[in-house]
């Protein structure tokens, strides 16, 4: 079985929203509804969960389960941090027959069939995979006193994105040893890398495939969605 978390709960700070940004409205529907039509149409995924904050789930329940036409299994309360939902939606798997696990930000409400399916493909061959695309900037390395150091070679160089997608009992135990040593990480490939002696397969991403953070991405977002209306 092929599962896919949906983390939803993600603030609007950042935006100047007093609503969280995956409900932020684009084109007549909040962001998280993009996002979860690419999940429920996928063929290839059998279970979908959801994680939001507890505060959020009455409204999530009656402004999109109850609105649009969407394939949900199951809502999992999230943590404090980002590292501590993918952790609560991880266990709500112990007693399910999940082979392949998806982790996607809900704020990424463009992703591609195509990432999806060939994220699944060679973690089922390799194990993990994330897609990830080439940065358009120099990247320079600083020191602790901020004085360049280093340029890496961009062609060795690949800025992450999700779905990330693992075998499920490898990103349980990269999780749950997370949680034991009270490790840290900025994504679920990161734990992978620290305590799961395995690669993980890059995918080639899309740079439409962006996390909405700030009204610059909203606006651009938009502009998107504006462009594959006239196609």
Known sequence: MISAIILAGGKGKRMGSAISKQFIDIKGKPII??????????????????????????????????????????????????????????????NSSTDIVLIHDGARPFISERIINEGIKFAEIYGAAAPGVMPKDTIKVKNEKNFSVDTPNRANLVSIQTPQVFKSEDIKVAYQ???????????????????????????????????????????????ILEKRKRV
């Open 33 to 94: 509804y993009y996002t979860l039509k690419k999940f429920s149409e996928n063929k290839k995924i059998d279970n979908i969960i959801v994680v939001l904050p507890e505060d959020e789930v009455k409204y999530f329940k009656e402004n999109i389960l109850k609105k649009y036409e969407l394939r949900i299994n199951k809502i999992v309360i999230g943590g404090k941090e980002r590292q501590d939902s993918v952790y609560n939606a991880l266990k709500s798997l112990k």
């Open 177 to 223: 040893k997370a949680k034991d040593e009270g490790y840290v990480a900025t994504d679920d490939s990161q734990l992978f890398e620290r305590y799961i002696d395995k690669d993980i397969k890059a995918v080639l991403g899309d740079y439409s495939n962006l996390k909405i953070t700030t009204q610059e991405d909203l606006k651009w977002k938009v502009s």
